[in-house]
């Protein structure tokens, strides 16, 4: 890999990760807040926009253009990489299907873990969730921040054990 590529693939990320925080913090800045009570145990940028007292169409349609843009086209690119690795796989021997299969699981288990976390945490921040009582909104707002560090090294540790008996 030419070092121009790691220029571009390091400068990419980080280009619109400060792209992403400085129209968000414009967005945010001029908001006339009503309250000042977040109903999660961390802040996030949806939780200030809910306090603001005046109209919030543009933080509206832009987190949900960022959201799509960071957490579903990724998991799409994801899933449409891993199907044409086990689509190559599973024309192979069965010694080779099984090689990929044991490869391959653990971190598409991990994906989905994530994924549906964080796609609850989006649902549950956005819809009115009246009903559900805080410490249950609590604990689960925090699943996909916590659950996914616990989950990994387990996936692959259960991986590694049957690498060392070998």
């Known amino acids: 890999m030419t070092t121009g590529k790691v220029a571009v693939l390091v400068a990419v990320p980080w280009l619109y990760s400060v792209l992403t925080i400085v129209v968000l913090l414009s967005l945010i800045v001029p908001l006339q807040l009503c309250g000042n009570i977040i109903d999660?145990?961390?802040?996030?940028?949806?939780?200030?926009?809910?306090?603001?007292?005046?109209?919030?169409?543009?933080?509206?349609?832009?987190?949900?253009?960022?959201?799509?843009?960071?957490?579903?086209?990724?998991?799409?690119?994801?899933?449409?990489?891993y199907t044409r690795i086990l689509k190559v796989c599973f024309s192979g021997s069965k010694q080779t299907r099984q090689k990929a299969v044991s490869t391959c699981t653990p971190h598409l288990a991990s994906i989905l873990n994530f994924s549906f976390g964080v796609c609850f945490e989006i649902l549950q921040s956005r819809y009115v969730t009246q009903s559900v009582n805080s410490?249950?909104?609590?604990?689960?707002?925090?699943?996909y921040l916590t659950c996914q560090p616990l989950f990994s090294p387990v996936m692959y540790g259960l991986k590694m054990s049957k690498i060392y008996v070998v």
């Open 40 to 81: 999660k145990v961390y802040c996030n940028n949806y939780s200030i926009v809910k306090l603001a007292c005046t109209d919030t169409t543009a933080n509206n349609i832009y987190g949900l253009i960022l959201t799509f843009l960071t957490v579903f086209v990724p998991v799409i690119i994801i899933f449409y990489s």
């Open 135 to 143: 410490p249950v909104k609590t604990v689960l707002s925090l699943y």
